[in-house]
Nanobody, 123 residues
Framework: QLQLVESGGGLVQPGGSLRLSCAAS????????IGWFRQAPGKEREGVSC????????NYADSVKGRFTISRDNAKNTVYLQMNSLKPEDTAIYYC????????????????WGQGTQVTVSS
């Protein structure tokens, strides 16, 4: 089945930037709606951003709107999450998830998940 691999996490100071990548082999990600989720220690998983199959719908959590940007590079079969103006509150494990339906949705409706990549925002 579809396997997703996240990369690009790391340690960054407040106000810094990171770009996360979600990649797959064998399957083409432009056939899937892709969501980014995050989970901090002791907290529930929350949706961060998503881009629909075909790119017709993009949304962001209010907490990241204006700072994060989701995009596709179909030539590289990769979905990105550009994260700017990072805050300590953004510290979490970030997960890439995929579903076949054409609209963004909550976490329970995503069928495929990556292993996660750690993002730590600290001085």
């Amino acid at each position: 089945q579809l396997q997703l691999v996240e990369s690009g996490g790391g340690l960054v100071q407040p106000g810094g930037s990171l770009r996360l990548s979600c990649a797959a082999s064998e399957f083409t990600l432009d056939e899937y709606t892709i969501g980014w989720f995050r989970q901090a220690p002791g907290k529930e998983r929350e949706g961060v951003s998503c881009i629909s199959r075909g790119g017709g719908s993009i949304n962001y959590a209010d907490s990241v709107k204006g700072r994060f940007t989701i995009s596709r590079d179909n030539a590289k079969n990769t979905v990105y999450l550009q994260m700017n103006s990072l805050k300590p509150e953004d510290t979490a494990i970030y997960y890439c998830a995929a579903r076949t339906w054409k609209f963004c949705a909550g976490a329970a409706q995503y069928s495929y998940w990556g292993q996660g990549t750690q993002v730590t925002v600290s001085s």
